[in-house]
């Protein structure tokens, strides 16, 4: 099937017109910061909050972060841009992240993320039209020992050849985890 990508290392789109962040997600970052000694601390979480209730990071998320934790707005995004976990563009339903690390190279992770790419018709960093999956890779999952790994949302599937990637796409479930989820940073609309 033929899908038009997105690339989502271009710059955020200009979000002068989107929504201010809600009071119910500033609340949300601001219970955060009696577990830090200065609120600059609480911007990683604060980041995953946005990003959880509003889908990415926009310019105008980063602006309001920035008052809100009384930093600049090139020091919010120097992080939001600086970890692969932080989208500053809409990301898919399901973002599949693949480990690109020593152990998972040697055990034939290539082949496999070729294999996903093919299969989507999408490359690194892009995301396909239809908004299912986006595809990143990153150093390390931390599960070696399940080399060749994928991570899909918050799901690890382990051991994975290229013949098993059809079955694994194909699979609507092959993000849902078994134990409960916890709801530090969502569980609340914008
Ligand atoms: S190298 Fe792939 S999980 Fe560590």
Redesign the pocket.
């Known amino acids: 099937m033929a899908r038009r990508t997105i690339d989502r290392n271009e710059p955020a789109a200009d979000d002068g017109d989107s929504p201010q962040m809600s009071e119910a997600v500033k609340a949300k970052i601001r219970g955060f910061f009696a577990r830090y000694p200065s609120k600059r601390a609480a911007l990683l979480p604060a980041l995953h909050i946005v990003q959880e209730t509003c889908g990415c990071i926009t310019h105008r998320a980063m602006r309001d972060v920035a008052e809100l934790l009384e930093l600049a707005p090139s020091e919010v995004m120097d992080t939001a841009s600086f970890y692969t976990h932080y989208w500053t563009k809409p990301r898919a339903r399901k973002v599949i992240v693949a480990?690109?690390?020593?152990?998972?190279?040697l055990m034939g992770?290539q082949e496999v993320n070729r294999t996903v790419c093919q299969h989507l018709g999408i490359g690194e960093h892009e995301t396909t039209a239809d908004g299912e999956y986006s595809f990143v890779t990153e150093?390390?999952?931390?599960?070696?020992e399940?080399?060749?790994?994928l991570l899909i949302n918050e799901r690890l599937h382990k051991n994975v050849r290229p013949e098993d990637v059809p079955r694994i796409l194909a699979d609507p479930d092959n993000d849902r985890i078994e134990v409960e989820r916890s709801d530090l940073y969502d569980g609340m609309k914008a």
């Open positions: 480990c690109r690390g020593l152990s998972c190279d992770v150093e390390c999952l931390g599960t070696c399940y080399a060749p790994c």
